[in-house]
C-alpha cells in the first residue's frame, strides 16, 4: 500500500513559478515509478511529467517541456515538481501518481495510487 500526499499549489501570475511536492509513505514507495497528471474544469486527467524508479529518466509533455521539471527525493520519500514560466493554461488540478513500471506512464489508468490533488491557478 502507497499512500500519497500532494502540496504547495496556489495562485500565481502568469511568469511565476510553483513546487508540488508529492509526499509517500509505504514500503515499497521506492519502487514505483512516479508521475504528475493535472485536470482541468470539463476535460481529461492529463499527463504531465514523469520519472522511473530505477534510473531515474525522466518524461514530459509537450506543453510543459523547458518549463518544469520532476526530481526526486529518495531520501524523503518525495517527489517534485518544479514549474517555472507559468501559464494561464497550466491552470488545473495536479495529481502525482504511482505506477508500478514505467512504460506505463502516458495513461492515468496505468497508476495504482493517487494523491489527492493540488489546485493551481495562474491568473493572466
Known amino acids: 500500500q502507497v499512500q500519497l500526499v500532494e502540496s504547495g499549489g496556489g495562485l500565481v501570475q502568469a511568469g511565476g513559478s510553483l513546487r508540488l511536492s508529492c509526499a509517500g509513505s509505504?514500503?515499497?514507495?521506492?519502487?514505483?515509478?512516479m508521475g504528475w497528471f493535472r485536470q482541468a474544469p470539463g476535460k481529461e486527467r492529463e499527463f504531465v511529467a514523469a520519472m522511473s524508479s530505477a534510473n531515474g529518466i525522466t518524461d514530459y509533455a509537450d506543453g510543459v517541456k523547458g518549463r518544469f521539471t520532476i526530481s526526486r527525493d529518495s531520501a524523503k520519500n518525495t517527489v517534485y515538481l518544479q514549474m517555472n514560466s507559468l501559464k494561464p493554461e497550466d491552470t488545473a488540478v495536479y495529481y502525482c501518481g504511482a505506477a508500478p513500471n514505467f512504460r506505463g506512464r502516458y495513461s492515468y489508468t496505468e497508476y495504482d495510487y493517487w494523491g489527492q490533488g493540488t489546485q493551481v491557478t495562474v491568473s493572466s
Open positions: 509505504g514500503r515499497t514507495f521506492a519502487r514505483y515509478a
